[in-house]
């Protein structure tokens, strides 16, 4: 059992929703020992209309992401990752093609040093990573009108 299906399964009263944000405020809450020492090298770039940002991942991380505002393509081209979402469980392996719906948030384990890139429309050609972030990115279901309690679909 993953170690994503075993929290799936300890916390079966709260919504996918609910899990994903539990379990990045748990990672948040770890010891300085037993997080990452920095964020994953992220790499930007930026072509007239696109945005694209481009993470590394180092094998046996679990990585939790931000809620996307839009729908987007996704290019896993490294790598095995086991990726939970509120739609449910799925191990993809490079390379791999998806798109990903707006509202989506992540969690990622890493089977082996992975590479993800999310592509993004720029069509203002925005050079601001920071800005770009934040249009692209929400924190907070709240962020996007999205209940967190709301249940799509129960992991557990």
């Not at 990045?24 to 930026?46: A, G, T, V």
């Not at 925005?126 to 279901?141: F, G, V």
Request: with cysteine; net charge negative.
């Amino acid at each position: 059992m993953s170690a994503l299906q075993q929290f799936a399964n300890d916390l079966p009263a709260l919504s996918a929703r609910a899990k994903l944000m539990e379990l990045q405020r748990q990672c948040q809450d770890l010891p300085d020992e037993h997080r990452m020492d920095e964020s994953p090298p992220i790499k930007n770039w930026l072509a007239p209309g696109i945005y694209c940002r481009e993470i590394h991942l180092p094998a046996d991380s679990l990585v939790v992401g931000r809620i996307h505002r839009h729908d987007h393509m996704n290019i896993i081209s490294q790598g095995s990752v086991t990726v939970v979402t509120e739609f449910g469980e799925e191990t993809l392996t490079a390379p791999a093609s998806f798109i990903s719906k707006a509202g989506t948030k992540r969690a990622v384990w890493t089977h082996s040093d992975a590479i993800w890139t999310t592509i993004h429309p720029n069509p203002d050609d925005e050079q601001s990573i920071d800005i770009l972030e934040t249009r692209y990115t929400a924190a907070e279901y709240a962020e996007l009108g999205m209940a967190v309690g709301e249940l799509l679909e129960d992991l557990s």
